[in-house]
C-alpha cells in the first residue's frame, strides 16, 4: 500500500493545472442558466422586444446619421 506524505498531498492541493478548464465550465454552465432561465421566464415575449429594441437602435442611428449629413 502507497503511503501518502505531506509533499505528495501539498502538491495534489497546489497543482492548478486543470483549474483554468473548470473556471470555463463552471461560467458556461452559468450562462446557460440564465439563458434557460431568461426563456423560461419570457414566455415568447422576448423575440418581440429583442424586435423592438433593435427597431429603435436602427432609428436612433438613421436620425444620428442624417443630422450629421445635414450639418455638414
Not at 423575440?47 to 450629421?68: D, G, H, I, K
Amino acid at each position: 500500500m502507497v503511503g501518502l506524505d505531506g509533499k505528495v498531498v501539498r502538491r495534489f492541493f497546489s497543482d492548478e493545472s486543470g483549474q483554468g478548464i473548470t473556471e470555463y465550465g463552471a461560467i458556461i454552465a452559468f450562462v446557460s442558466l440564465l439563458v434557460a432561465l431568461t426563456f423560461s421566464a419570457a414566455n415568447g415575449s422576448l423575440m418581440p422586444a429583442v424586435s423592438r429594441a433593435f427597431r429603435e437602435v436602427s432609428s436612433q442611428l438613421n436620425a444620428l446619421s442624417s443630422a450629421a449629413a445635414s450639418s455638414s
